[in-house]
């Protein structure tokens, strides 16, 4: 065959390939076979010094022609190969942007906030102030300055989630005075902190979150919420604690619920008392829910005792205070009647769209 023809037959050959060569790697192959090193083109290219010199400046040009052609119709043939996957890859990857959007669900504001934000608007409407305070506290605020004794139970690391640098080495239980930092265990010591800041008259209340180590049921939780309450003025008698404690029970949970004083011990007041209200379930006659006691507790108050005073340079002659501390937790529980605290932790989306 003379070089004419081989050349012509080169051409023809890779014109035909190119047609069913489907993937990039054919195409790449393709070129291998024809321009690569020993590819059928370039050993031709390489034989033209052999033939006659007369027939080099044609064998040359058609030669240059062939290459050319086929450079021309690989890239092409590439071209078109990528064009086809992109179509492929649209078609697998379209979307019917017609389609109605996924909803974002919106959730609500939880039941406890919501309760917060009530509480804190009746005492609002009766000229408090709203305070907040840390949740990480000293033993000072939240025991010694509120008048307990360095040994009351409720400094027992049984009773306080404790702070420890150094943890106490193997299993030896913390001991009392391991740490003085802990998790606040109650509201009440924000009374001292915004005594040491803030002169009487002092209409305030702190609502927080607290922490016990206490295992979960029906009735407790280990991290909850109160809220703080604190009056100091001249003249403020313990009719005035009942006259606004009764206020807000009526405005938190209506005029048809009772309330009733009894008396108990809280170091930081003096005298003391626990504040019950009637069950919503049995309407006072008794019931599981109330322990066949027909009242429930919602919170602890009393007359601010004078030691307190004396901790943060208050005159217990010219002023008297009384406090308080409401369980938000018990207060939703008793105004939806919840037969279990756990379900405010939950976060299960059907029983928190109720509210
Ligand atoms: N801090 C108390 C508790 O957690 C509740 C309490 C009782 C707060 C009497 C007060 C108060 O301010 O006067 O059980």
Request: hydrophobic residues 35%.
């Amino acid at each position: 065959m003379s070089m004419q023809d081989e050349l012509n037959a080169i051409q023809m050959q890779v014109m035909q390939d190119l047609a069913t060569a489907e993937t990039m790697d054919a195409l790449e192959q393709l070129r291998v076979q024809v321009l690569g090193k020993k590819g059928s083109l370039t050993t031709i290219m390489r034989m033209m010094g052999k033939i006659d010199p007369s027939d080099r400046p044609a064998m040359g040009k058609l030669a240059n022609t062939v290459r050319a052609t086929v450079d021309e119709a690989l890239s092409e043939r590439r071209l078109e190969l990528a064009k086809i996957a992109m179509q492929k890859r649209m078609e697998a990857e379209a979307s019917d942007v017609t389609l109605p959007g996924r909803r974002l669900s919106q959730g609500t504001q939880h039941l406890i906030s919501q309760i917060r934000e009530e509480i804190e608007d009746i005492f609002c409407g009766m000229g408090y102030i709203v305070a907040d305070g840390p949740y990480v506290e000293t033993t000072y605020y939240n025991f010694t300055a509120l008048n307990a004794p360095e040994n009351h139970p409720s400094r027992s690391a049984k009773d306080s989630f404790y702070i420890v640098d150094n943890a106490p080495e193997g299993k030896k239980p913390l001991q009392l005075g391991d740490s003085d930092v802990l998790l606040r265990t109650q509201t009440s010591g924000m009374q001292v902190h915004y005594m040491e800041e803030n002169k009487p008259p002092i209409y305030m209340i702190c609502p927080g979150t607290v922490f016990r180590p206490d295992t979960p049921d029906a009735n407790h939780l280990p991290q909850f919420t109160q809220v703080e309450g604190l009056v100091v003025d001249e003249g403020i008698t313990f009719g005035d604690l009942k006259g606004t404690l009764d206020y807000f029970t009526r405005e938190i949970f209506g005029k048809d619920r009772a309330t009733r004083y009894r008396p108990h011990f809280f170091p930081f007041t003096e005298p003391s008392c626990e504040v019950d209200v009637s069950c919503g379930v049995c309407h006072g006659k008794g019931c599981r829910f109330c322990k066949n006691t027909g009242w429930l507790e919602i919170l602890g108050c009393g007359m601010v005792d004078p030691n307190v005073f004396k901790y943060v340079g208050i005159d217990s002659e010219k002023y008297t205070g009384f406090a308080f501390g409401i369980g938000v937790e018990r207060v939703a529980a008793l105004r939806y009647d919840l037969p279990d605290l756990r379900m405010l932790m939950e976060g299960d989306m059907r029983f928190l769209r109720q509210f």
